[in-house]
C-alpha cells in the first residue's frame, strides 16, 4: 500500500479525532516524545476493576501518530491492563491492515503512541 493510500484510508479517523481529548478523571497519564519529528504524546486511561474504563491522547502533531494513537485508544477500551503489554509495532500493523516498519518515517510515528500506551501499564498503582 502507498504511503498515499494509507491517508485516503484513515483520513475520516485523523479528522473525527474521538478520542483525541485530555480525559477527565484518568487514573494513569503517561507521555513521550519522537525526537527527529518534534512530535509529542500525553495518554490517558481510566481503569475500573483492572479493565479500562476509557482512554484518550492528546498532544500528537503527525497524521500517522494521531491514526495510530486513536486506533489504540479505541482498541483498549474494555480490555484488561495487561492488555498494554500486548501492543508492539505487529499489533498496530494488524490493526491498520498495513505494515508500518515499510516506511521508516511512519514506523517511528507509529512507534511514539506505542510506547506511551505501554508505559501505562508500568504506571498503574497495583
Known sequence: MADTDIYDKYVDIFNQKKHFRK???SDVISADSY??????IRVYIRVK???????SFDKVSCFVGVVVSEML?????GKP??????IDIQHVN???GVDVTQNFQMKGCAELPISAFKEIAKKVKK
Open 81 to 86: 491492563l495487561s492488555y498494554l503489554n500486548s
Open 94 to 96: 494488524r490493526l491498520m
Open 73 to 77: 485508544a479505541k482498541d483498549i477500551i
Open 35 to 40: 525526537v527527529s519529528c518534534a512530535d509529542n
Open 49 to 55: 476493576d483492572g479493565m479500562i474504563e476509557d482512554a
Open 23 to 25: 480525559l477527565e478523571g
